[in-house]
């Protein structure tokens, strides 16, 4: 298959069952409900070492947001539940109530309920207010700033992390260049989210390693450098690979933001140095979600 | 191919009663399944004697889960007590002990009702177009937790000691309310948008009073916090106008609002919120 004179390697992605959440957060202003996001989100990029992944899924009117203030939604996801309650509790502490002016409410509804403001509350030190209001519970923790609002809990969802391709191109600024569009599409997309630095993985990695204590290392086949040392996947014009990685509420928002993502990145053409698009995965060993380019993209 | 109109069970009230007729057995929950001869047979308490509901109301429709009482007047009571589900109208006026124990569906009175509505509801809706009584949402007598879930809605006036021991829901008066309000107050929100009288949360422990007017007396025991925006107060009233047409007029609703804590006589953790620009609302 070819698009605008790219080539799409007949491969799959293979994603995983992954945990989510979404939070909304909101702010005095947007630039505040960003401060807050931003940070939550900091850090967040891969489960290998960041303990979540998370980034921004879109910006809300203030007629979207439980309290009429302008926000951000945003998106963790986790391995296991115990594993995002726990990240949970770290970054919104840490990053949300600590920045002025916020609240913070669940964005996700699901049967199954992981602790928010529950855990949050006891910064009030005994002056936390509990409040009811249509048949949710929310928590109004005095602070230095006013008041911290938090709903009590959100709800946990199942999703699918490691959704990717990869954009080989001629240089890492014509693949960056692409890839920039790739992601901005992506982020009209909801449900999705890209949660590496900027949307792209410019290290993108291999499962396991020569050395027993690293879980992942350097993916040598779409490296540039090692063209001539390894089993290589790289033609000789292949200058640079970049890699998109999608994690999603469900296979629908993946299948989504891979078909505009690289639909994307196509539009730049060979012409403009983009020269193929392939996908990492593991031979269909690691996770139960197989995303066929062909298919997406037919 | 048409559709068989089911009707409303409609009770309507003969004649003037001389004592209080106690119809807490008409209630939806009861009432499901049986058919208008059973119903009809159905004994209940006239003061102190036994009637049947036949020699009293005249009974029309079908539709047990939707019950309106017609021509009511204020010895009618016990309405609606322990119901669970389904939906109660009163036309006219409702006595005491309305929706008392109440845990779930709405009940609706067009006219006035009178003490302890809603008395220890742990659930649905109240909504009065009237005036009501004392001990609105109260305990019921000899409990220590008033109500302790759903909702109550009233148009008109409230009496005294509104929301007495409550320990969850909320209550709205778009009217004034009597003495006392909020006393002995657990938890939940009271909202009261017309005048209130004296001794504003008597012994208040925790719990949530929202003024649209400034009181014309507060007890020194409660602290003044001064003028602050109340976050919780922006989503309070942003929920509210958006769970029902009652109370969209709250989406004018600003977060700024003068905050008094106390009773300090007592845990001292309760609040009284009265909202800037009080004096311009309704």
């Given at each position: 298959m070819?698009?605008?004179?790219?080539?799409?390697d007949?491969?799959?992605?293979e994603?995983?069952p992954?945990?989510?959440?979404?939070l909304?957060i909101?702010?005095?202003?947007?630039?505040?409900?960003?401060r807050?996001?931003?940070?939550?989100?900091?850090?967040?990029?891969?489960v290998?070492?960041?303990?979540?992944?998370?980034?921004?899924e879109?910006?809300l009117?203030?007629?979207e947001?439980?309290?009429?203030?302008?926000?951000?939604?945003?998106?963790?996801?986790?391995?296991?539940?115990?594993?995002?309650q726990?990240?949970?509790?770290?970054?919104?502490?840490q990053?949300?109530?600590?920045t002025?002016?916020?609240?913070?409410?669940?964005g996700?509804?699901?049967d199954?309920?992981?602790?928010?403001?529950?855990?949050l509350?006891?910064?009030?030190?005994?002056?936390q207010?509990s409040?009811?209001i249509?048949g949710?519970?929310?928590?109004?923790?005095p602070?230095?700033?006013?008041?911290?609002?938090?709903?009590e809990?959100?709800?946990?969802v199942?999703?699918?992390g490691?959704?990717n391709?990869m954009?080989?191109?001629?240089?890492?600024?014509?693949g960056l260049?692409?890839?920039?569009?790739?992601?901005a599409?992506?982020?009209?997309?909801?449900?999705?989210v890209t949660t590496f630095?900027?949307?792209?993985?410019?290290?993108?990695?291999?499962i396991?390693?020569k050395?027993?204590?690293?879980p992942?290392?350097?993916?040598?086949?779409f490296?540039?450098?090692?063209k001539?040392?390894?089993?290589?996947?790289l033609?000789?014009?292949?200058?640079?690979?970049?890699?998109?990685v999608?994690?999603?509420?469900?296979?629908e928002?993946?299948?989504?933001?891979?078909h505009?993502?690289?639909?994307a990145?196509?539009?730049?053409?060979?012409k403009?140095g983009?020269y193929?698009?392939?996908?990492?995965?593991?031979?269909?060993?690691l996770?139960?979600?197989?995303?066929?380019?062909?298919?997406?993209?037919? | 191919?048409?559709?068989?109109?089911?009707?409303?069970?409609r009770?309507?009230?003969?004649?003037?009663l001389?004592?209080?007729l106690n119809?807490?057995?008409?209630t939806?929950?009861n009432l499901?399944?049986?058919?208008k001869?059973?119903?009809?047979?159905?004994?209940?308490?006239?003061?102190r004697?036994?009637?049947?509901?036949?020699?009293?109301?005249s009974i029309?429709?079908?539709d047990?889960?939707?019950?309106?009482?017609?021509?009511?007047?204020?010895?009618?009571?016990?309405?609606?007590?322990?119901?669970t589900?389904g939906s109660?109208?009163i036309s006219g006026?409702?006595?005491?002990?309305?929706g008392?124990?109440m845990?779930?569906?709405?009940i609706?009175?067009?006219?006035n009702?009178?003490?302890?509505?809603?008395?220890?509801?742990?659930?649905?809706?109240?909504?009065?177009?009237?005036?009501?009584?004392d001990?609105?949402g109260?305990?019921t007598?000899?409990?220590i937790?008033?109500?302790?879930e759903?909702?109550?809605?009233v148009h008109?006036?409230?009496?005294?000691?509104?929301g007495?021991?409550?320990?969850?829901?909320?209550?709205?008066?778009f009217g004034?309310?009597?003495?006392?309000?909020?006393?002995?107050m657990?938890?939940g929100?009271?909202i009261?948008?017309?005048?209130t009288?004296?001794?504003?949360?008597?012994n208040?422990?925790?719990?949530?009073l929202?003024?649209?007017?400034k009181?014309i007396?507060l007890?020194?025991?409660?602290?003044?916090?001064?003028?602050l925006?109340?976050?919780?107060?922006?989503?309070?009233?942003?929920?509210?106008a958006?769970?029902?047409?009652?109370?969209k007029?709250?989406?004018?609703?600003?977060?700024?609002?003068?905050?008094?804590?106390?009773d300090?006589?007592?845990?001292?953790?309760?609040?009284i919120?009265i909202?800037k620009n009080?004096?311009?609302r309704?």
């Open positions: 070819e698009i605008n004179g790219v080539k799409i007949n491969t799959f992605a994603a995983f992954m945990k989510a959440t979404r909304i909101t702010a005095m202003t947007l630039k505040w409900a960003y807050a996001a931003n940070s939550l989100t900091g850090f967040a990029s891969s290998i070492a960041c303990g979540c992944e998370a980034d921004i879109r910006e009117s203030p007629d947001t439980p309290d009429g203030r302008p926000g951000i939604a945003v998106i963790i996801f986790a391995m296991s539940k115990s594993a995002l726990d990240q949970l509790t770290k970054r919104v502490g990053s949300v109530m600590t002025a002016t916020s609240a913070c409410f669940s996700s509804h699901s199954k309920m992981i602790p928010l403001g529950r855990s509350r006891y910064f009030g030190d005994g002056y207010i409040k009811k249509d949710i519970r929310y928590w109004r923790i602070v230095m700033h006013g008041e911290f609002v938090c709903e809990t959100t709800g946990i199942p999703a699918i490691g959704g391709f954009v080989l191109a001629k240089t890492s600024r014509h260049t692409a890839c920039e569009k790739a992601v599409a992506i982020r009209k997309v909801h449900g999705a630095p900027g949307g792209i993985v410019g290290s993108g990695s291999k396991g390693s050395y027993k204590f690293m992942a290392s350097t993916n040598e086949v490296c540039p450098t090692l001539g040392q390894v089993d290589t996947e033609d000789d014009e292949t200058g640079s690979v970049l890699e998109i999608i994690d999603g509420l469900n296979e928002a993946i299948n989504k933001a891979m505009d993502g690289i639909h990145v196509c539009k730049f053409g060979r403009k983009i193929r698009i392939s996908a990492g995965n593991y031979g269909g060993k996770g139960p979600h197989h995303f066929k380019l062909w298919d997406i993209l037919s | 191919m048409g559709h068989t109109l089911v009707r409303p069970l009770f309507t009230l003969q004649a003037s001389k004592y209080e119809i807490s057995s008409l939806p929950d499901k399944g049986k058919s001869k059973q119903i009809a047979a159905m004994k209940l308490k006239l003061g004697s036994t009637v049947t509901v036949a020699s009293l109301f029309s429709g079908s047990s889960q939707k019950i309106v009482f017609s021509n009511c007047e204020n010895k009618l009571i016990r309405i609606g007590e322990n119901m589900q109660i109208e006026n409702a006595g005491d002990y309305l008392q124990n845990k779930g569906g709405y609706e009175v067009k006219g009702c009178e003490n302890f509505a809603g008395a220890g509801m742990t659930g649905g809706k109240i909504e009065v177009h009237g005036d009501t009584g001990f609105l109260a305990a007598v000899g409990n937790t008033g109500m302790n759903g909702t109550i809605i008109g006036n409230a009496g005294s000691r509104i007495d021991r409550m320990r969850r829901g909320m209550i709205v008066v004034n309310s009597g003495e006392y309000c909020a006393s002995n657990l938890a929100t009271i009261i948008l017309g005048k009288g004296a001794y504003l949360g008597f208040m422990k925790r719990g949530t929202v003024l649209g007017k009181p007396h007890m020194a025991t409660f602290r003044d916090c001064g003028l925006k109340i976050e919780f107060l922006r989503l309070l009233f942003k929920q509210l958006l769970s029902c047409e009652q109370f007029v709250f989406s004018d609703f600003g977060p700024e609002a003068l905050r008094f804590a106390g300090t006589s007592t845990d001292g953790m309760g609040e919120l909202l009080a004096r311009n309704r």
